[in-house]
C-alpha cells in the first residue's frame, strides 16, 4: 500500500482549499483501489467540500471533524483540512455511515452497515476504521458503546480510530462519509488484501493516587455509584472537589482509571475523562463506558508524562519498521485531546517527536479526539481486544 498526505489552512474559500490539495496529490500514482481519510475544522462545510473534491477523487472519503491535526510535513495544525489518500493494487476498501443514532436502533444500524460493507471484499476484512461522535447526554450512546457495538458486528476484527471532536464546545462535532455527514453515528471503512496492521498504544498515565473504589452501578457512561455509596460522595471522601461547573478543565490532568476483567484471569486498563457531575443525583458522566464491577482508580497527568509516551510510541514504531521492512509505509494517529489540553502552551510537543526522524517513504496523519479506539492486549493472554480509550496516544501502521 502507498500513501500520501495533503493539507491546506483554508476552510472559508472551499474551491481554493481543494486545488491546494489536488496539487499537493498532483503526479501521485493511484493503484486500482483507493480511498481517503479526511480530518476538518469544524466549521468546515464538508457537504460543499466533498461535491467538489468528488470532482477528481472518484474514491470513498471517511472522517471526522478535529480540534487539531497532525500531519507528516506540517507537524502540528491547529485548524484546516488534511486528508490521506490510500492507495493498492491488492487491497480493498469499502467505507459507509449510519443513520442519527439512538438507543434504540444503534446496534442494528451499525450491524447493517458492517454487513453491507464486508459484502463487498472479495476477501477477509483486515482492518475496520471507525470514526464516531460521542454523546455527553445519552449515556448509551458513548463513543465506546459505538465502538462496542461494532465490535459485536465484525466479531472481534481490529479496529482503529477515534471520537470525532471540536473546540470543546461539544456540538460541533461530526464524523462523516463521502457526502452524508451525521453527529450521533458512525462511519466506518473496512479494509482488505495486502496489509498487516500495527498497533502502539501507550498511556500517558503514569502516576496514579490513593482512590480505588469498585463501581457497583453504571449506565453506558455514567457512574451512579462507587462500593457502598454515590460517585459524588466518593469524590468528597477523598478531597476532591464536586462544587465545579467546568468539571473537565478541574479533572483534565487527574484521569480517572478504569481496571477491566476480560475473564481467564484477564484484565485491561483504560483512562477515562469525566465530563460532568450531577450533584441531585451524585453521579459522573464519562466519556467513555464505565461498566458495572469494574475497579476505578485515579491517575495523575504530568506535561512530562506526556511527552514521555509520545517519545515511546514513535520510538517503538520506527524501531519495528526498521526491524520488519515490510512494507508500511503509512501511520495514522490518535491522541486523547485530554493530552493536547496538557500540552496547551506547546501543542507542537507530539509533532516535534516525530518531524526529522520519519522515514522518507512513510506518511502520517492524525488528530485529537475526544476517545481513541486501539486494540489493547490482557495483561495475562496477551489476547487483543478492541477498546475506546482516553489520556492515549496511538497509531496505526499500514
Same mark, same amino acid.
Given at each position: 500500500?502507498?500513501?500520501?498526505?495533503?493539507?491546506?489552512?483554508?476552510?472559508?474559500?472551499?474551491?481554493?482549499?481543494?486545488?491546494?490539495?489536488?496539487?499537493?496529490?498532483?503526479?501521485?500514482?493511484?493503484?486500482?483501489?483507493?480511498?481517503?481519510?479526511?480530518?476538518?475544522?469544524?466549521?468546515?462545510?464538508?457537504?460543499?467540500?466533498?461535491?467538489?473534491?468528488?470532482?477528481?477523487?472518484?474514491?470513498?472519503?471517511?472522517?471526522?471533524? !478535529?480540534?487539531?491535526?497532525?500531519?507528516? &510535513?506540517?507537524?502540528? =495544525?491547529? %485548524? @484546516? #483540512? *488534511?486528508?490521506?489518500?490510500?492507495?493498492?493494487?491488492?487491497?480493498?476498501?469499502?467505507?459507509?455511515?449510519?443513520?442519527?443514532?439512538?438507543?434504540?436502533?444503534?446496534?442494528?444500524?451499525?450491524?447493517?452497515?458492517?454487513?453491507?460493507?464486508? !459484502?463487498?471484499?472479495?476477501?477477509?476484512? &483486515?482492518?475496520?476504521? =471507525?470514526? %464516531? @461522535? #460521542? *454523546?455527553?447526554?445519552?449515556?448509551?450512546?458513548?463513543?465506546?458503546?459505538?465502538?462496542?457495538?461494532?465490535?459485536?458486528?465484525?466479531?472481534?476484527?481490529?479496529?482503529?480510530?477515534?471520537?470525532?471532536?471540536?473546540?470543546?464546545?461539544?456540538?460541533?462535532?461530526?464524523?462523516?462519509?463521502?457526502?452524508?455527514?451525521?453527529?450521533?453515528?458512525?462511519?466506518?471503512?473496512?479494509?482488505?488484501?495486502?496489509?498487516?496492521?500495527?498497533?502502539?498504544?501507550?498511556?500517558?498515565?503514569?502516576?496514579?493516587?490513593?482512590?480505588?473504589?469498585?463501581?457497583?452501578?453504571?449506565?453506558?457512561?455514567?457512574?451512579?455509584?462507587?462500593?457502598?455509596?454515590?460517585?459524588?460522595?466518593?469524590?468528597?471522601?477523598?478531597?476532591?472537589?464536586?462544587?465545579?461547573?467546568?468539571?473537565?478543565?478541574?479533572?483534565?490532568?487527574?484521569?480517572?482509571?478504569?481496571?477491566?476483567?476480560?475473564?481467564?484471569?484477564?484484565?485491561?486498563?483504560?483512562?477515562?475523562?469525566?465530563?460532568?457531575?450531577?450533584?441531585?443525583?451524585?453521579?459522573?458522566?464519562?466519556?467513555?463506558?464505565?461498566?458495572?464491577?469494574?475497579?476505578?482508580?485515579?491517575?495523575?497527568?504530568?506535561?512530562?508524562?506526556?511527552?514521555?509516551?509520545?517519545?515511546?510510541?514513535?520510538?517503538?514504531?520506527?524501531?519495528?519498521?526498521?526491524?520488519?521492512?515490510?512494507?508500511?509505509?503509512?501511520?495514522?494517529?490518535?491522541?486523547?485531546?485530554?493530552?493536547?489540553?496538557?500540552?496547551?502552551?506547546?501543542?507542537?510537543?507530539?509533532?516535534?517527536?516525530?518531524?526529522?526522524?520519519?522515514?522518507?517513504?512513510?506518511?502520517?496523519?492524525?488528530?485529537?479526539?475526544?476517545?481513541?479506539?486501539?486494540?489493547?492486549?490482557?495483561?495475562?493472554?496477551?489476547?487483543?481486544?478492541?477498546?475506546?480509550?482516553?489520556?492515549?496516544?496511538?497509531?496505526?501502521?499500514?
Amino acid at each position: 500500500m502507498r500513501s500520501i498526505v495533503a493539507y491546506t489552512e483554508e476552510i472559508d474559500d472551499l474551491d481554493a482549499a481543494t486545488e491546494e490539495l489536488f496539487e499537493q496529490v498532483r503526479g501521485f500514482a493511484l493503484g486500482k483501489h483507493s480511498m481517503a481519510v479526511l480530518y476538518a475544522e469544524e466549521d468546515t462545510d464538508y457537504p460543499a467540500l466533498y461535491e467538489l473534491l468528488s470532482k477528481e477523487w472518484d474514491f470513498p472519503i471517511v472522517g471526522c471533524t !478535529a480540534m487539531a491535526m497532525l500531519s507528516d &510535513k506540517k507537524g502540528y =495544525c491547529r %485548524s @484546516g #483540512i *488534511s486528508a490521506l489518500i490510500l492507495t493498492a493494487d491488492d487491497c480493498v476498501f469499502s467505507a459507509g455511515i449510519t443513520c442519527e443514532l439512538n438507543k434504540e436502533n444503534y446496534k442494528e444500524e451499525i450491524e447493517r452497515l458492517y454487513k453491507e460493507l464486508e !459484502a463487498q471484499h472479495p476477501s477477509e476484512v &483486515k482492518l475496520a476504521l =471507525c470514526y %464516531s @461522535g #460521542i *454523546s455527553l447526554t445519552d449515556p448509551i450512546l458513548s463513543g465506546s458503546n459505538l465502538m462496542l457495538a461494532l465490535n459485536e458486528a465484525a466479531n472481534g476484527l481490529p479496529i482503529y480510530g477515534g471520537a470525532a471532536s471540536d473546540s470543546l464546545t461539544f456540538v460541533g462535532y461530526k464524523v462523516f462519509c463521502d457526502g452524508r455527514t451525521a453527529r450521533n453515528g458512525i462511519a466506518v471503512a473496512l479494509i482488505s488484501g495486502g496489509i498487516t496492521p500495527r498497533f502502539v498504544r501507550v498511556n500517558s498515565v503514569e502516576h496514579t493516587a490513593s482512590f480505588l473504589y469498585k463501581i457497583t452501578k453504571a449506565e453506558g457512561n455514567v457512574v451512579y455509584r462507587l462500593g457502598d455509596g454515590s460517585f459524588v460522595d466518593a469524590l468528597k471522601t477523598e478531597n476532591m472537589r464536586v462544587d465545579t461547573d467546568n468539571v473537565m478543565s478541574t479533572y483534565i490532568l487527574s484521569p480517572f482509571v478504569v481496571t477491566v476483567d476480560k475473564g481467564e484471569d484477564d484484565r485491561v486498563e483504560v483512562a477515562r475523562i469525566l465530563s460532568s457531575i450531577d450533584r441531585e443525583t451524585g453521579s459522573g458522566t464519562f466519556l467513555g463506558m464505565m461498566p458495572e464491577g469494574a475497579t476505578l482508580g485515579i491517575g495523575l497527568l504530568s506535561r512530562e508524562d506526556v511527552c514521555r509516551s509520545v517519545e515511546e510510541a514513535f520510538t517503538r514504531m520506527f524501531s519495528e519498521l526498521a526491524r520488519e521492512r515490510s512494507g508500511h509505509t503509512t501511520l495514522l494517529c490518535t491522541s486523547c485531546s485530554a493530552r493536547y489540553l496538557a500540552l496547551i502552551n506547546d501543542p507542537s510537543v507530539e509533532a516535534k517527536t516525530y518531524l526529522g526522524r520519519m522515514p522518507s517513504d512513510v506518511s502520517l496523519m492524525g488528530l485529537y479526539a475526544y476517545g481513541e479506539c486501539c486494540p489493547v492486549r490482557g495483561k495475562a493472554t496477551g489476547k487483543s481486544y478492541n477498546m475506546f480509550h482516553n489520556f492515549t496516544f496511538t497509531i496505526l501502521a499500514l
